[in-house]
């Protein structure tokens, strides 16, 4: 998602201004118009604090209230508070004498209390069982039917154009005098995923630098769907094989984004600071 420009050459100019400022963007779209930003995946412990105290106003204003405004209210209805009344409900409530239905209900518990016991645990775990095959995830193309015409039209073109389909973005910061240091390591990771069938072969990547050439980028295709083992092999791959690539580049700072990253990264945060 990006905001698109109708003169062409603007969305490119954008990115690299953005480059220079040390954000990273990249351009999208047909005709390379749209202008998309790739925040990052990870909230700092500081915001989390602020917004947590954000989130506690509420409850304690809702607590102050339930201690003051809420006794006052009911202290000034009096005998009105139960006037508002559900049509024909409020006289089951107003019946005198033992109730009927209940006793009825609880004879088999108080009959057999052991066998209602290991009935009642057993229908809840088996209501339960289904959460335990219960996963985070990121919902994604992948979870569409493959009968929508558009669908079966977009995996045609990614097995036609594998490149263009499932793509890891590789970032990489350092001093403008590396420039030269990090295009090469880059063209030796290029030639190492070259040869791994986890990774596309129909285009060879090009490789993208900031005009200050100080961020250099480059797409790597994979030819397996977002959500697919093979997806996910192949960015843990990558992860590995970028900082042994910038290793001799003093000052190199690295990192490996894209739609899988997206997926794996923010699911895993949330496992992280789920109880």
Known sequence: MGPAFDRPGAAREVCDAAYRGGLLMETGGPN????????????????????RGCSTRPSA??????????????????????????????????????SKLWPVLLRPALVRPVLTLVVSVGALLLLALPALDMKLKQP???????????????????????????????????????AADVEAALGRLLKRTAGNDLFAHDQTPTIRTSADNRV????????HSPKSDGARDSLELLRDWVPQAMEGVPGAESAVGGKV??????????EDRMP
Not at 216 to 223: A, F, I
Not at 261 to 270: M, R
Request: proline letters at 8%; aromatic letters at 4%; glycine letters at 6%.
């Open 216 to 223: 250099h980028t480059v797409q790597v295709g994979t030819p």
């Open 32 to 51: 390379d118009e749209v202008a998309k930003a790739l925040p990052p995946l990870t909230v700092a412990d500081g915001q989390l604090e602020q917004d």
């Open 61 to 98: 204003i809702a607590v102050l209230a339930s201690l003051t405004v809420l006794p006052a209210l009911l202290a000034k209805l009096g005998r009105w508070v139960d006037r508002p009344r559900v049509p024909f409900l409020w006289r089951l409530t107003m019946r005198s004498g033992d």
């Open 261 to 270: 990253a997206q997926g794996l990264d923010f699911t895993g945060h949330l």
């Open 140 to 178: 994604g193309s992948d979870d569409l039917s493959r009968d929508i015409p558009v669908v079966r039209a977009t995996d045609r073109l990614t097995e036609a154009f594998p490149s263009k389909g499932t793509v890891h973005q590789v970032a990489v910061r350092a001093p403008a005098d590396r």
